[in-house]
């Protein structure tokens, strides 16, 4: 039953959410290596500082042309994550951008 041994090791990872400017998150990463830490995973995300730093869309053109570029980043495997500031204020409003 080796087999099972391998199974706990794989389940018995541990990781942790680390938050830091982003100028300094290639060091941070290079110093966590350096001291044996595996990082398995590192990215940059952009935080909304200000909730009310929203940009209006007050045509139907712009509202597609997001629309159609939100879609395209969805299709794209290579994307997890997509964040936007728009808000939608022009033209018919079918009621999804509505909370």
């Known amino acids: 039953d080796d ?3 391998d199974d ?4 018995d990872h541990h990781y942790d959410v ?16 350096e001291n044996g830490y595996e990082t398995t995973q ?4 952009w ?7 929203k940009v209006p869309l ?4 712009s509202e597609e042309k997001l629309d159609k570029f939100l879609s ?5 495997l290579d994307v997890t994550n997509v964040f936007h500031n728009a808000t ?6 079918d009621g999804d951008d509505s909370t």
């Not at 706990?8 to 389940?11: G, L, N, P, Q």
């Not at 935080?47 to 730093?53: A, F, S």
């Open 3 to 5: 087999d099972d041994d």
């Open 8 to 11: 706990d090791d794989e389940t």
């Open 18 to 33: 680390i938050k830091c400017e982003t100028n300094n998150l290639l060091h941070l990463v290079q110093t966590l290596n």
């Open 42 to 45: 590192f990215e940059n995300r």
């Open 47 to 53: 935080l909304v500082k200000d909730e009310n730093n």
């Open 58 to 61: 007050s045509d139907k053109e």
């Open 72 to 76: 395209s980043m969805e299709d794209d």
């Open 88 to 93: 939608f204020v022009g033209g018919d409003d």
